[in-house]
């Protein structure tokens, strides 16, 4: 496939990179010398120096035999300017735009079909805050990513010194082998896809896939207590803090939100209902200690200020909320907070780039999501009934030594998979997988011949 | 730096060059001419040296090759090309030593088409084949031809690349490394194949058609005959041959935009207009300066004057008359087209269209400061400014050329050589020519230089392909340091 991407800002870099790993044409456009310079250094894409809103360099970069045009500048009018032109120039184009401005997310129809015909507008915020939701609902994880509409939940725990699992190896779970997979673990530097010689040590991340309703019996296995949701506090009332405020508003979570600035504050208590908008700044120990953080559940950090919401995450940890979540912009700092303490992280350009990959590969690929640095992914293929692997006993097939099955999902069955399952025509598999088996996985999952 | 990696990628390599010695063999076994076991041994030692390298150093980590690691996988294959290369010649008793044998090689390779050998024409067909082959797969560049094939390297064969062609303006042709490089040498081929054609049609031998289109698409300028081009005497062959040396002068990337259908490319291209503008000027000058002093009709100045000039700026190296024998202005003209050579991105060597004009526009702004102290003004090629690290680069790219060449000359003379020599033989083998003047001119050849000048000359020539600052780099002790 050929992919055109304006903007080589980190969310175009990140997308340029996975996708010309995963062998497709890229071409890169940015303003930015200095951009363009680094990129072609460091990915295999062809750079362009230009601006993607000029017809000129589009049609420079092949925008007449590009499949999909990826718009992720700073400017939305960029992006979206970008989108009619490659509509104007090639009409059978896929054009993703990203959208940051809430206003411009009030009408979303007007990007639809008769107006812009933008195929997927990506919010990043949006994205975020649903990604913040899903952490929330289960408090204990530090990762969690539905699939099959949420009927399965990927979830990353981290092995606490008291786990029962602690020391054992994999192949010993058998008794319970039906109820999850445990496809990743991260230890340290190291990523993992395990087998069944593998232990689980202390302080590994571990991935796995489970049912919904078997969420309580993975705790109680990993002997993490469930304590359910009661108190939440988010620092930071902008429009993320704003939009996953009323998202709370609805339930029955007790929400407080801290906002340093006054005006904004009655703002947000025009639009809130129930949850409590406090006026006061994060980063201010009495303040907080006078807030009762000591009894929170869970802590979200969202101000403005990357800087602060690492100080203000540590705070609150010291002073006792059970977790953090923290918004880091940055990626490249991802890594370094989770070693000074920091449960979990959210990004507005890592929700960004992971929504534009899901989307791209659509298709055979019904769902990715990224794991850990990217070193690792989880993807959500449908098994067609051309390809090499249906009707095989799972044990039989050859698959990279990489990637591992974590569920079988035909119909409303689902299955955690054995060597002796078998794949049937339409199911959908559920697959960890490093990054370097995806182009093998993606061969496997392939037509062997397209029947006319 | 990971020898590992390194030394791997150069196995590799050998055993492309292996491959390609199957050619030759084949053409040895067709004529009988007893070089077939020289160039089967030869065979045989080049793979097994390239697969104890490639077995012993086990790893599939290409991709983060450094621009570092790069240059050194490209100057040592680049050499280790040399050495591979002179095997059939050693071995099949053409050359006699090594130090000739390594000198006629890499001068293949590097497309110098400098020649140590006094009777071309008694050898093996083989060993000519060889020869020239050497030529034609140096020319578009032995790594540009593994990026094409070999599709794991990945992010690595950009550098790798770079390394091999540092030209100042990148055209990157197809959004990947290894597609561009795969582009590349399909237009390579298509235009050499057409060459043979021609030659072919008219009247030449198969065997020599693809001999002499082997060594002008390179830019490379052996011939299997003694007196080169002069050797037919044939006003058809040489006009093909000019044609396709100044095509071969040209940067492939427009040729390969003209083929996809835009014909207007080589007019709208500020170098390539620049480019014909001197090599017509040129020949005008050397036909006005020839026409009456050594040929007494116009045609025969011009048809001399045109052939000898495209031949010496592209960095050819092809002769049909005695250059060396023209009136002053001429044989000046000349020693200059072998330091200004051909475009960027094209087979030819030495400093290149592109750096001269933006060395002359550079030149023309320092004035143009002087007259107005708070002028801000960009150098512009066509309507694109160029940026200051791009100038500064060829600012550094020729002082360093004029800089070597200065020590090279230097060194020759203190072998004992006359002045005209020393300068021309340097100037023809950092420039990839081949011929110069002197000694070395374009009815003598190289035998005479003493051995350690061949190897100034050997390392010239590879400086001059690798357009020096990736074999310099290396001898930098920044370059060693973590």
């Known amino acids: 496939m050929k992919i055109i991407i304006v903007g080589a800002g980190e969310v175009g870099f990140n997308i340029a990179q996975r996708l010309s790993e995963e062998n497709h044409d890229v071409v890169v456009i940015d303003k930015d010398q200095s951009k363009i310079n680094h990129i072609q250094t460091v990915i295999d894409v062809q750079a362009i120096v230009g601006s993607g809103t000029s017809p000129s360099v589009l049609t420079e970069a092949g925008i007449r035999e590009t499949d999909i045009i990826v718009a992720a500048t700073d400017s939305d009018e960029a992006n979206l300017i970008a989108c009619l032109y490659a509509q104007y120039l090639t009409d059978y184009i896929t054009k993703i735009a990203r959208v940051r401005n809430p206003d411009y997310m009030e009408h979303t129809e007007i990007f639809k079909q008769d107006f812009l015909n933008i195929d997927l507008i990506i919010n990043p915020q949006s994205e975020m805050v649903n990604s913040m939701l899903k952490l929330i609902e289960v408090p204990e994880a530090s990762v969690v990513i539905d699939f099959v509409d949420g009927r399965i939940k990927l979830i990353g725990i981290t092995i606490k010194e008291d786990s029962p699992l602690v020391g054992r190896k994999l192949s010993s779970f058998q008794d319970f082998e039906h109820a999850l997979l445990i496809g990743v673990i991260v230890r340290g530097e190291e990523v993992i896809i395990p087998s069944g010689q593998d232990t689980i040590q202390p302080k590994d991340l571990v991935y796995c896939v489970t049912r919904r309703d078997e969420i309580s019996t993975l705790f109680g296995l990993l002997n993490v207590r469930e304590e359910g949701l009661h108190r939440i506090v988010i620092v930071g009332g902008g429009t993320t803090g704003l939009a996953l405020a009323m998202s709370l508003d609805k339930t029955n979570i007790n929400t407080k939100i801290i906002e340093k600035d006054s005006e904004r504050c009655l703002e947000l208590a025009e639009k809130l209902e129930k949850v409590v908008v406090l006026n006061g700044d994060g980063t201010d120990r009495d303040f907080l200690t006078e807030e009762n953080i000591a009894d929170v559940d869970v802590m979200v950090v969202i101000t403005g200020d990357e800087g602060n919401n690492v100080l203000i995450s540590l705070l609150g940890k010291a002073l006792g909320a059970k977790k953090t979540v923290t918004r880091i912009e940055k990626l490249s700092y991802i890594p370094l907070v989770s070693a000074i303490g920091i449960d979990t992280v959210v990004s507005p350009r890592l929700s960004a780039i992971r929504a534009i990959l899901q989307f791209i590969r659509k298709g055979k690929v019904v769902c990715v999501a990224p794991l850990k640095a990217e070193v690792a992914e989880v993807i959500e293929f449908e098994a067609l009934e051309t390809s090499d692997i249906v009707n095989t006993p799972l044990a039989e097939v050859k698959f990279p030594k990489e990637a591992i099955v974590g569920a079988i999902v035909r119909g409303e069955e689902i299955i955690i998979p054995r060597g002796h399952n078998m794949i049937k025509p339409h199911d959908h598999l559920i697959i960890f997988a490093l990054k370097g088996a995806i182009p093998k996985l993606e061969k496997l999952f392939t037509v062997k011949l397209e029947y006319f | ?482």
């Open chain 2, 1 to 482: 730096m990971r020898f590992r990696q390194i030394f791997r990628l150069i196995g590799i390599l050998s055993i492309f060059i292996d491959l390609s010695m199957l050619a030759p063999l084949g053409i040895s076994l067709i004529y009988s001419d007893g070089s077939t076991f020289p160039i089967l041994y030869a065979f045989m030692v080049t793979s097994g040296i390239g697969f104890i390298l490639f077995l012993v150093t086990r790893t599939t980590d290409y991709s983060s090759i450094s621009q570092r690691e790069g240059m050194a996988i490209v100057t040592l294959s680049w050499l280790s090309a040399g050495l591979f290369g002179s095997l059939p010649f050693l071995f099949s008793g053409s050359i006699g030593t090594f130090t000739n044998a390594f000198f006629e090689s890499l001068s293949g390779f590097t497309t110098t088409g400098a020649s140590i050998l006094n009777n071309i024409e008694s050898l093996p067909k083989g060993i000519l084949l060889w020869r020239s082959l050497t030529q034609w797969m140096g020319g578009m560049g032995i790594i540009v031809l593994s990026i094409a094939i070999l599709p794991f390297l990945g992010v690595g064969g950009m550098q790798l690349y770079k390394a091999e062609i540092p030209s100042p303006v990148v055209d990157k042709l197809q959004p990947r490394i290894s597609e561009t490089a795969k582009t590349l040498w399909k237009v390579y081929l298509l235009i050499t194949l057409v060459e043979i054609g021609l030659l072919f049609i008219g009247g030449m031998s198969l065997f020599d058609s693809m001999c002499h289109a082997f060594c002008t698409m390179p830019t490379g300028g052996f011939s299997p005959r003694n007196a080169s081009i002069a050797h037919y005497n044939s006003a058809y062959f040489e006009a093909v041959i000019t044609v396709f040396m100044l095509l071969a002068g040209v940067n492939f990337a427009l040729h390969y935009k003209f083929l996809k259908g835009n014909f207007k490319v080589f007019g709208r291209d500020p170098e390539c207009r620049i480019f014909l503008f001197i090599l017509a000027a040129l020949i005008l000058l050397v036909t006005c300066n020839i026409y009456g002093t050594v040929y007494h009709s116009i045609g025969g100045a011009f048809r001399r004057a045109a052939f000898q000039v495209t031949s010496i700026i592209t960095t050819t190296g092809f002769v049909t008359s005695d250059y060396a024998q023209w009136p002053p202005l001429s044989q000046i003209i000349l020693f200059l087209c072998m330091f200004i050579g051909a475009m960027a991105g094209s087979t030819g060597g030495a400093v290149k269209v592109i750096r001269i004009i933006l060395l002359v526009k550079y030149g023309f702004r320092e004035t143009f400061r002087l007259a107005h102290p708070h002028a801000v003004r960009s150098i512009k090629l066509g309507r694109k400014p160029v940026p200051e690290e791009v100038l500064s680069s060829i600012w550094g790219f020729f002082i360093l050329y004029v800089g070597l060449f200065i020590v090279a000359v230097i060194f020759m003379s203190a072998l004992g050589l006359d002045v005209l020599t020393s300068f021309a033989s340097v100037a023809a083998t950092i420039g990839n020519v081949g011929p110069g003047f002197g000694l070395v001119g374009p009815v003598r050849n190289y035998l005479t230089i003493p051995d350690l000048g061949k190897w100034v000359l050997t390392f010239c020539m590879l400086i001059g392909r690798l357009e020096i600052y990736t074999v310099i780099v290396m001898l930098a002790p920044a370059y060693w340091r973590k």
